[in-house]
């Protein structure tokens, strides 16, 4: 199912149509190509693209590499995908010197993870400039030890509301995380010692095998348990149930206001909720891809993605 949307913030469905006909389908043959080997890439690009726009807009500033980039920093050091969008870029570059924007490549590659994930499709507005600052100073992006407050507060910084917020944490439906970023709701969370009372007992359990409390805290767990490469709502009907890994995730529940939106998308009814996410996951993500975008002449057009020009 594809969502069309007119031009955002003076971005475009189709931008490249004259300039570079072929862009879109280099994109997606290179996502394409790295998915086939290892499905979690999806996730690990559309994070990427989540984290370009959460600091200074969509415009490529996480792909610079560099010891003071915004990668460098803390919440950062986990982003993967870096190569896939390499790849890209070196394959446009061939075809079209100097014409394709490594933060468009980001929103293109974030779009193909999630339809090849069985999701929705969407029209990308594409336009956007790459940036020429990158600093692992001040990135304020969400952490999975905040409350619902602080989530909303950091979506509303960036012209997002709390549908925006649960719509967008709904990408968690793929992907991993580290035992490191949860094992504290497990073990000794409360002043008594005891485990997070907002994880369901069965849970608990099955979280406390694949993560020991002395255990390797790398270890990769996987957000959505029941179908970690699949594009689904089962990431809301968990968080309903007390299934939520990250506490961030888990907290949307205890809101009276997020609540009430994962309970639409987990739904009663069968049929209708899949398509409700599908329909709305799109929007936010364009509405969360025009944030402070570069356009016309501000920035500049990359010629290697982890490098000023």
Known sequence: MATSVQSQGGLKAGFYSSSCPGAEAIVRSTVESHFKKDPTVAAGLL?????????????????????????????????RGFEVIDDAKT?????????????????????????????????????????????????????PLDSVTVQRQKFAAKGLDDHD???????????????????????????????????????????????????????????????????????????RDGKGVLESDQRLWEDAATRNIVQNYAGTIRGLLGFRFDFEFPKAVIKMSSIEVKIGSDGEIRKICSKFN
């Not at 570059?93 to 994930?117: K, N, Q, T, Y």
């Open 91 to 143: 394959q446009l570059e061939a075809s079209c010197p100097g014409v394709v924007s490594c933060a468009d490549i980001l929103a293109l590659a974030a779009r193909d993870s999630v339809d090849l994930s069985d999701g929705p499709s969407w029209q990308v507005p594409t336009g956007r400039r790459d940036g020429r600052v990158s600093s692992s100073q001040g990135l304020n992006l969400p952490s």
């Open 165 to 239: 917020l649960v719509t967008l944490v709904g990408a968690h439906t793929i992907g991993q995380t580290d035992c490191q970023f949860f094992r504290y709701r497990l073990y000794n969370f409360t002043t008594t010692g005891n485990a997070d009372p907002s994880i369901s007992q069965s849970f608990l359990a099955q979280l406390q095998t694949l993560c020991p409390k002395d255990g390797d805290g790398t270890k990769r767990v996987a957000l959505d348990i029941d179908s970690q490469n699949k594009f689904d709502v089962s990431f809301f009907k968990n968080v």
């Open 47 to 79: 994070r990427l693209h989540f984290h370009d726009c959460f600091v200074q807009g969509c415009d490529g500033s996480v792909l610079i590499a560099g010891s003071s980039a915004e990668r460098s920093a803390l919440p950062n050091l986990g982003l």
